[in-house]
Nanobody, 120 residues
Framework: QVQLVESGGGLVQSGGSLRLSCAAS????????INWYRQAPGKERELVST????????NYVDSVKDRFTISRDNRKNTAYLQISSLKPEDTAVYYC?????????????WGQGTQVTVSS
């Protein structure tokens, strides 16, 4: 059974940090790129950060560059998103997505999301 389970969200003050985790099971994790998305109330889902299956390449949306860090441990089948210097506008549900490196038709999985709330 395929599962992606996010954890690590919570309520944090502006300027604080959190480490989000995404634990995968039921598929060959090392063959999948990892994408972190977020969705704020009333807004569309936004791609925040990506990492290739090998971990050699990463990308970030401009609004989180130098504040967020994506990583993965293929031995543990887990991906992470370290989020720092948090701002109230970072408040959203954060979703982990695993997509096969050869394309979504070969596998595209989503977690249930974890809430991040930043107070000013």
């Amino acid at each position: 059974q395929v599962q992606l389970v996010e954890s690590g969200g919570g309520l944090v003050q502006s300027g604080g940090s959190l480490r989000l985790s995404c634990a995968a099971s039921g598929f060959p994790f090392s063959s999948y790129a990892i994408n972190w998305y977020r969705q704020a109330p009333g807004k569309e889902r936004e791609l925040v950060s990506t990492m290739t299956s090998t971990g050699r390449s990463t990308n970030y949306v401009d609004s989180v560059k130098d504040r967020f860090t994506i990583s993965r441990d293929n031995r543990k089948n887990t991906a992470y998103l370290q989020i720092s210097s948090l701002k109230p506008e970072d408040t959203a549900v954060y979703y982990c997505n695993a997509r096969h490196f050869r394309g979504s038709s070969l596998g595209d999985y989503w977690g249930q999301g974890t809430q991040v709330t930043v107070s000013s």
